[in-house]
């Protein structure tokens, strides 16, 4: 079946610097995707959403960037921090017959060493 | 404002019993989705409920059903465990607004234990 996919499953930085995490995503009647930030133990939380009548949408510290022409999406989390560090998700919303679903791929593990 | 809500936090049950898992959305959403994430993976979609409805379901067995109250809370309930269904239960609420939907902000989860 159709998934949404990451490039990396880990990814080290040092604090302040800049990071990107990238996905693949396989849908492309997909309209809206959501990056999650999820600590061990939590729920996923919320980070940045963007539909797919954008390219780019900036929040505070983040960036996620749409590509629909190779079906690509990004997070950028600028001045990167310890309590960044977290396992994040992209998603992808799928439609059906009557509601929705998001399709998630399996996670790239930030960690970020002071 | 409360989030999402999720109750209980862990449970332990064994394998051929039901148990039953219940979310409360954040104020001002309407519609509740549920998801199964095993360890180490990403959240698998169980199924969306709207206006009291199932609307929308994923790859999951009938032992695996549900309910939306008239004030958006959902319960989840899963008959007859396996030890497979060993997992953090999450909900996911969210708001429809022009025929689009927006946010889907989590819980914190249910663990669930079968032993």
């Known amino acids: 079946g159709e998934s949404v996919g990451l490039h990396l499953p880990t990814l080290s930085v040092q604090e302040g610097d800049n990071s990107i995490i990238n996905c693949a995503y396989s849908n492309s009647a997909s309209d809206y995707f959501i990056w999650y930030k999820q600590e061990s133990g939590k729920g996923p939380q919320f980070i940045i959403d963007?539909?797919?009548?954008?390219d780019k949408r900036q929040g505070q510290r983040v960036t996620v960037l749409l590509n629909k022409t190779v079906k690509h999406l990004s997070l950028q989390i600028a001045a990167t921090q310890p309590g960044d560090s977290a396992v994040y998700f992209c998603a992808e919303n799928i439609w059906g017959q009557a509601g929705t679903a998001l399709i998630f791929g399996k996670g790239t593990t930030l960690s970020v060493s002071s | 404002d409360a989030g999402v809500t999720q109750s209980p936090t862990h449970l332990i049950k064994t394998r051929g019993q039901q148990v039953t898992l219940r979310c409360s959305p954040k104020?001002?959403?309407?519609?509740v989705s549920w998801y199964q994430q095993a360890l180490g993976q990403g959240p698998q979609f169980i199924f969306q409920y709207y206006e009291e409805e199932e609307r929308q379901r994923g790859n999951f067995p009938d032992r695996f059903s549900g309910h939306q109250f008239p004030n958006y809370s959902s319960e989840l309930n899963v008959n007859a465990l396996l030890l497979g269904d060993s997992a953090l239960y999450l909900c996911?609420?969210?708001?429809?607004?022009?025929?689009?939907?927006?946010?889907?902000?989590f819980g914190p989860g249910t663990r669930l234990t079968v032993t």
């Open positions: 963007i539909r797919s009548n954008m």
């Open positions: 104020s001002g959403h309407d519609t």
């Open positions: 996911a609420s969210s708001f429809w607004a022009s025929g689009n939907l927006y946010e889907q902000y």
